[in-house]
């Protein structure tokens, strides 16, 4: 199960030694919907690998505009704490665990 991530946690939740998938999403958003069961997915089914992180960008605007979200759903991928990849739109099951066995 993806974690959820708030203005307070966010920087903890990154702090994890794994990959960390942040999904920027929207209730009202009709892609986030489509791309939601494929994160919750790989969040049950990497978990020994990457950690998922669910971000609602209306509960946290802050951390958005923090990233430069622009278009939702965006992915981005942690190390460290920092940024190594994203991730724009709607992308297939195959190519989201393509990418991450990438990045790991």
Avoid: H, Q
Avoid at 13 to 27: H, I, P, Y
Avoid at 62 to 73: E, S
């Amino acid at each position: 199960m993806a974690k959820i991530a708030t203005t307070s946690n966010f920087d903890g939740l990154l702090a994890d030694e794994k990959l960390v998938l942040v999904d920027f999403w929207a209730t009202w958003c009709g892609p986030c919907r489509m791309l939601s069961p494929t994160v919750e997915d790989i969040a049950d089914e990497m978990a020994d690998k990457v950690t998922v992180v669910k971000c609602n960008v209306d509960d946290c605007e802050d951390l958005a505009y923090r990233y430069g979200i622009r278009n939702i759903p965006t992915l981005l991928f942690f190390k460290g704490g920092e940024v190594i990849d994203r991730s724009v739109g709607v992308i297939s099951k195959a190519e989201l665990v393509d990418k991450i066995n990438s990045l790991l």
